[in-house]
C-alpha cells in the first residue's frame, strides 16, 4: 500500500497548561524535502521530537511510512534523528564512534567511506580525540557525518545548519540535496531559509501547520 512517509493529523502538545501545539496537519510525501520554519519557541522541536517517537502527544495521530513511530527495529533502520542531542560512548574516539555506526548497520567501514566521511566533513584530523573534547561545531559535524554514515530513507534534523561555519552550512545542504536525490526524505527544522532552498527542501511555516491558527 502506498503511504507516505510522515503523517501527521490533529497533533496536539501542551506543556502544563500552555498548548503549543493545536491540531497540527502534517504530510510529507516520500522523496520529498520540508522545512518547517517559524519563530524561537514556536514548537518546531516539539513536532519533531514527536515524529520521532521521543515525546507523546496529548492528541492526534502520526504515521512514519504507515507505522506508528519508533515501535519496531525497522522504525529506527530507517529513520536518523538528531532531535536529541548526541549521547557519547565514554573513552571511544571520533573514528570508533563512526566504526560503531556502520557495524551496527552491517556495513564495514570501508564499504561505507568512513575516511572519505570524516574527511568531508572536515573531521579526520580530530577522528582519534574523543568527541567531548571537540569544539561545538565539530561535535555538529561529527552528529550529521553519523547520520548521514548509515543507510536510512528519512532525516529528521532540527537546525542542522547551527553552529557550522559558512562553509560547513554549504556542504551539507550539498548532502541533504544528494539525500533527496537518491530517494531519501527530509524533514527538518531550520532558521536558515538559504540553506534550506541549498538542501532542496521546501519551506513549511509552522504557524500554518495549524489547522486553526496559532494557540
Ligand atoms: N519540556 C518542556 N517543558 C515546558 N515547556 C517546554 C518544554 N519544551 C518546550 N517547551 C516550551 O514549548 C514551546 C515550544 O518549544 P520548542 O522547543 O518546540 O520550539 P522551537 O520552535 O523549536 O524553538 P527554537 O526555534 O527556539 O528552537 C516553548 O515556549 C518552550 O519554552
Redesign the pocket.
Given at each position: 500500500m502506498d503511504h507516505s512517509a510522515i503523517e501527521v493529523r490533529d497533533l496536539s502538545?501542551s506543556?502544563?497548561s500552555?498548548p503549543?501545539?493545536v491540531d497540527v496537519q502534517l504530510t510529507v510525501p516520500v522523496g520529498a524535502g520540508v522545512c518547517?520554519t517559524?519563530?524561537?519557541?514556536?514548537?518546531?522541536?516539539?513536532?519533531?521530537?514527536c515524529i520521532s517517537s521521543l515525546q507523546k502527544a496529548d492528541a492526534g495521530e502520526i504515521e512514519v511510512f504507515g507505522g506508528p513511530p519508533g515501535s519496531t527495529p525497522e522504525f529506527w533502520r530507517a529513520v536518523v534523528t538528531t532531535v536529541e542531542p548526541p549521547t557519547w560512548y565514554p573513552g571511544l574516539t571520533a573514528r570508533e564512534h563512526a566504526e560503531l555506526v556502520c557495524r551496527a548497520h552491517g556495513l564495514s567501514p570501508e564499504d561505507a567511506g568512513l575516511d572519505e566521511s570524516l574527511e568531508r566533513f572536515g573531521i579526520a584530523s580530530h577522528a582519534d580525540a574523543i568527541p567531548p573534547s571537540l569544539s561545538s561545531g565539530q561535535k555538529q559535524r561529527l552528529t550529521l557525518a553519523l547520520a548521514l554514515l548509515r543507510p536510512s530513507k528519512l532525516l529528521i534534523l532540527?537546525?542542522p545548519e547551527q553552529r557550522l561555519d559558512p562553509d560547513g552550512r554549504a556542504m551539507v545542504a550539498g548532502l541533504l540535496s544528494d539525500y533527496l536525490a537518491g530517494g531519501g526524505t527530509v524533514l527538518m527544522?531550520s532558521?536558515d531559509d538559504t540553506f534550506a532552498a541549498a538542501a532542496g527542501t521546501g519551506l513549511v511555516s509552522?504557524a500554518d501547520l495549524h489547522a486553526a491558527g496559532l494557540p
Open positions: 502538545v506543556y502544563g500552555t503549543v501545539l518547517v517559524g519563530e524561537n519557541g514556536i514548537g518546531k522541536s516539539t513536532l519533531l521530537r532540527d537546525e527544522a532558521h509552522m
